[in-house]
């Protein structure tokens, strides 16, 4: 049980490029999330989908995009890298809040994802 | 709208003192609380979470916190810190209801001094 894992975990980028991160979890869990951290910022959502086929935007949604095309997988693209998007990205899952009680509403974290946009 | 304060954004102490990390919270309904522990170079680890019943809660690794409804407070206490507490610490609020999320506090640094 691997729980959630992050493809890649670093990446360089030059302003204007285009790349996917994948995020990848083996926990049957319904929702997931997609995070940024930065220094002195905590965790802030990106976007998050509670189904297979379904996003919804979160906190800081702009320059990003998102695909949940498959139940364990939730894809985060940035069409065009912009040195603002440097940061450490998070990747979470969790049971349905309320359907499975309380313990539901924990979120299970990947490693992280560090890219520098240059 | 929910949102968590956590004052100051580093705490040192000596090996074996009190660890106190606090962290405030708001809230338009009853909450569940979160703290969530970060190793350099790692994701979050869930610490303790609270969702109802008893306010003192206890997590991993000998840390523990109490809801205090009337402060709208979760402090994280560690009665003797040890080196490997050395960890960014984040606490967290959710609401109950469907699609609910996660709102973070912005983290606290933890030093420990040998």
């Known amino acids: 049980n691997a729980g959630v894992t992050q493809t890649p975990k670093f990446r360089v980028l030059k302003t204007g490029q285009s790349m996917t991160l994948l995020c990848a979890q083996d926990?049957?869990?319904?929702?997931m999330y997609w995070y940024r951290q930065d220094p002195g910022m905590g965790l802030r959502l990106i976007h998050y989908?509670?189904?297979?086929?379904?996003?919804a935007k979160g906190e800081v949604p702009d320059g990003y995009n998102v695909s949940r095309l498959k139940k364990q997988n939730f894809l985060l693209g940035l069409e065009s890298a912009a040195p603002s998007q440097t940061s450490v990205y998070f990747c979470?899952?969790?049971?349905?809040?309320?359907?499975?009680?309380?313990?539901?509403?924990?979120?299970?974290f990947g490693p992280g994802t560090r890219l520098t946009v240059t | 709208a929910q949102s968590v304060t956590q004052l100051g954004s580093h705490v040192s102490v000596s090996e074996g003192a009190l660890v106190l990390l606090r962290c405030n919270y708001s809230s338009s309904v009853p909450p569940y609380l979160f703290w969530y522990v970060q190793y350099p170079n790692q994701g979050l680890q869930l610490l303790l979470k609270?969702?109802?019943?008893?306010?003192l809660v206890k997590g991993i690794n000998g840390f523990e916190a109490e809801f205090k409804k009337s402060e709208t407070s979760f402090h994280l206490t560690k009665p003797s810190a040890h080196m490997s507490d050395a960890a960014e610490y984040f606490c967290a609020v959710s609401d109950t209801g469907a699609n609910s999320k996660l709102t973070f506090g912005k983290g606290i640094t933890l030093s420990v001094r040998p």
């Open positions: 989908s509670v189904g297979e086929g379904t996003t």
């Open positions: 979470a899952s969790s049971t349905t809040p309320g359907l499975a009680g309380v313990g539901s509403y924990e979120q299970y």
């Open positions: 926990m049957n869990h319904e929702y």
């Open positions: 609270y969702t109802t019943g008893a306010t």
